[in-house]
């Protein structure tokens, strides 16, 4: 399921706002070392008073001075070779905003691939856009790209993790028409949402002008040349030259907001009973203050986070982990790469529903930092270990706070520092580590990372999992590991070393995290663990004109232990993927693991002698395709062995996830996303057959997008688990449990802070003693907020 919903889209992410691990230079201040070829290619940025009316029309009289920049180079997936469609992009300034405007000339008009839709929706469709960075320190890059009918779709990029966090959302404007020619899109970016240093000197912003082009295959079309045997894109783009009277100005934002709810509910195992109401009226405001062009503050008091989307289903039958789940809070989600390293040590969906929270995000010279402190009414973290986890929660009040810290030395050395913590009454978490990344070349780096952390448990922590007899508890080794009656600490580190050229990647890692190392703002799911890891992986590129562009052949190998040398898993795996026509690629994964099933006493941490060692091996294929401009369709197939995990024993895996986005029309999208996983084991009963369970999973979202403000969407998320309780020998399994989560919402966005909600949801449920699905929750809401800028 997840691979369905992230993974290609992160690929395509990975591609346009090039994701890819750069090489790095010292802050704005310091001379950065730009390739020749890239200075050739400089853009110097006029300037001009006036302002320009973002309606998608190019008469205005300042493009007539603007900059033009022909987009003749395809630099993804050739070689560097001659568009063969022609792209022109203007772009101009005037101290308050920087447009662009790009003319994108299409041989068809009618094959455009664009449509209506939310922001950040639209990453798949034909889109133009500006990579930008002010500090110039090849470090960090803004991401604006505009879709034929002006959807936005907008990221940051950030060089020392090499993620693209395409969850920013930024307040600029855009408008996108298609013409008879093909389409044109106008831009605005205030200054006011970038950060860079403020002063009357003129100044030189690394740049990239890209048009992503999907037909047969997605062409990635720049007015730069790319070294393929470099994989930092960023270091080598040229430099825009001007911004002398670029400024913030106050850069203030109040946003107040009220939310009205009424939410119910009732006992569905009693037929007599009536609904329980519970109606509500909050109101909030946040605030984001840019004290200087380097440095922003934001702050909210009483938030309301229960109208965001409604998260991907996804399954968790058979599995021993917690599920993640992205953030969508804006409050977090502003400046949130300053607070990025090695590991996730802050995973801000930790924190439930805080009273208020600020955070303090800034930039100096070759200095940054963050800083955020928030008030939660729950306490939740994760209660880790080396064969499951589990989501611990605490009934009481909880201070979360995370400190962030990086001096970039030179062109080739960061180094950082990280704190975070959790405290409540009689529980706290406190974490702090070191860590850095060190470019040998172009092609070669090391990253590292040293953690400590300290901890204190509430006395009866343990009961949050089990009762007094564990040793038929599923959450055992959670339940263990909470039993402290001390404070408590313990290490982890991380050190890796990577190699990406042109034909070649290769991987080396190791880490260690200690049995009591706890990082509980985290998604540290795993402990008491050892891990060493290798990989290679070789490219292969076709000519132009062929029916693939570019394959590769990968091997990877992994051993993991706990903390005593006791065997946990070895996996190794080989996978070939390959580009080919109507934009298909297809991944074939064989693997080969053996590992070890769950603990037979659950009363001990021991592995060996304690488990038992299984052996999967398995075959995996993933295909997607756009046979069509308004089609796109996936296929991810996993056939093989598969641990019974609370069976403990070896089963027969068939799972297949099948995703379908249908844009019906310019304004109407369907995207259906169906999970079928089925595990099957050898019953000694000859009266039943040898099912385990049968899992159905459907996610189906339909929109209807009236204009780039405002639209119509229901969700629908339905599971079904069906268990063989007589194939069930050492659990006691419901044979039936369904569940209904809906959601119809009215949205109109202003901005990304300024909206209208209006909605309803419920949540169904049926098990064995349940004839039908049964509505245990619905809610009614609204929400309005307003964004003021003076």
Not at 217 to 238: A, E, F, G
């Amino acid at each position: 399921m997840q691979k369905l919903s992230c993974s290609s889209f992160i690929l395509l992410i990975s591609i346009i706002t090039s994701s890819e691990v750069c090489a790095s230079s010292k802050a704005s201040e310091l001379t950065v070392k730009v390739p020749a070829a890239s200075q050739s290619q400089n853009l110097t940025i006029p300037y001009q008073q006036n302002t320009i009316n973002i309606d998608g029309d190019l008469s205005d009289d300042m493009w007539q001075n603007a900059l033009s920049v022909s987009l003749d180079i395809v630099n993804s997936p050739w070689d560097n070779l001659p568009s063969p469609i022609k792209t022109t992009a203007k772009i101009i300034e005037n101290g308050k905003y920087i447009y662009i405007a790009f003319i994108a000339n299409d041989p068809d008009p009618k094959k455009i691939q664009g449509f209506l839709g939310d922001r950040d929706t639209k990453w798949f469709d034909d889109i133009v856009g500006i990579k930008l960075d002010p500090h110039n320190n090849r470090r960090l890059n803004y991401e604006f790209f505009v879709n034929p009918f002006g959807v936005q779709n907008d990221a940051i990029f950030n060089e020392i993790t090499g993620e693209a966090n395409d969850l920013w959302d930024g307040i600029w404007y855009s408008y996108g028409k298609i013409t008879e020619h093909g389409y044109q899109v106008e831009m605005a970016i205030p200054y006011s949402i970038l950060n860079f240093e403020e002063n009357n000197e003129e100044k030189k912003w690394a740049i990239e002008l890209v048009r992503s082009y999907p037909r047969e295959t997605r062409l990635r079309i720049s007015h730069v040349p790319l070294d393929r045997n470099n994989p930092c894109w960023l270091c080598q783009y040229p430099e825009a030259v001007g911004f002398k009277n670029a400024k913030t100005g106050t850069n203030l934002r109040l946003t107040p907001a009220v939310t009205a709810s009424s939410a119910q509910s009732k006992d569905i195992y009693n037929p007599q009973s009536n609904w329980d109401k519970d109606n509500d009226i909050e109101a909030g405001i946040d605030l984001r203050w840019g004290i200087d062009a380097n440095t922003s503050l934001n702050a909210t008091i009483n938030p309301d986070f229960s109208t965001v989307e409604a998260d991907a289903g996804q399954l968790s039958v058979n599995k021993t982990f917690s599920l993640f789940y992205n953030e969508k809070r804006a409050f977090f989600l502003d400046n949130t790469d300053y607070f990025k390293s090695n590991y996730d040590l802050v995973y801000t969906r930790n924190i439930a529903d805080p009273d208020y929270g600020a955070k303090l995000t800034g930039r100096s010279d070759e200095h940054s930092y963050g800083m955020f402190i928030t008030n939660d009414t729950e306490t939740n973290f994760v209660m880790p270990g080396n064969l499951s986890a589990n989501i611990a929660s605490l009934s009481q009040e909880s201070h979360s706070s995370a400190l962030r810290y990086r001096y970039d030395h030179n062109d080739n050395l960061s180094v950082g520092a990280i704190s975070t913590l959790r405290k409540s009454d009689d529980y706290h978490n406190y974490l702090a580590g070191l860590d850095g990344k060190y470019r040998i070349n172009n092609s070669n780096w090391f990253r590292a990372q040293l953690l400590s952390s300290q901890t204190q448990y509430p006395e009866d922590l343990d009961s949050n999992f089990c009762g007094e007899d564990l040793s038929s508890c599923p959450f055992a080794e959670q339940a263990l590991r909470s039993q402290q009656e001390d404070e408590f600490t313990d290490q982890a580190i991380k050190l890796d070393f990577n190699h990406d050229s042109e034909y070649w990647l290769a991987h080396v890692g190791h880490e260690n995290i200690g049995e009591d190392f706890r990082a509980d703002l985290g998604y540290m799911t795993k402990v008491d663990l050892q891990k060493s890891q290798a990989s290679i992986g070789r490219r292969f590129y076709s000519e132009q004109g062929s029916l693939w562009q570019e394959a590769k052949l990968s091997g990877r190998w992994h051993i993991i232990e706990n903390e005593n040398s006791e065997f946990i898993e070895r996996y190794l795996s080989t996978n070939f993927e390959i580009d080919g026509p109507k934009q298909l690629y297809t991944d074939i994964r064989l693997s080969h693991a053996e590992k070890v099933g769950l603990r037979h006493d659950n009363t001990v941490l021991t592995i060996d002698g304690n488990t038992n060692q299984f052996t999967e091996n398995q075959i995996n294929v993933y295909v997607k395709a756009r046979p069509h401009p308004r089609f796109y369709m996936s296929v991810d197939m996993t056939l093989g062995d598969k641990i019974d995990y609370y069976n403990d024993r070896l089963g027969d895996l068939q799972e297949l996830s099948t995703n379908l986005t249908w844009n019906v029309t310019n304004h109407l999208e369907i995207d259906i996303t169906h999970t079928l996983s089925q595990l099957e084991a050898d019953n000694h009963n000859p009266k039943f057959d040898d099912n385990v369970y049968t899992a159905n999973l459907t996610d189906v979202r339909i929109s209807y997008q009236f204009d780039v403000r405002s639209y119509l969407k229901l969700s629908l998320v339905y599971t079904d688990i069906d268990r063989n309780k007589y194939n069930n020998p050492k659990i006691n399994v419901s044979e039936k449990s369904n569940n209904l989560s809906s959601q119809l919402i009215y949205a109109y966005k202003v901005n990304p802070q300024t909206v209208f909600f209006l909605g309803y949801s419920d949540n169904s449920y049926q098990d064995d003693y349940l004839n039908d699905l049964e509505r245990e929750e619905r809610t009614f809401f609204t929400k309005l907020s307003y964004s003021w800028m003076p």
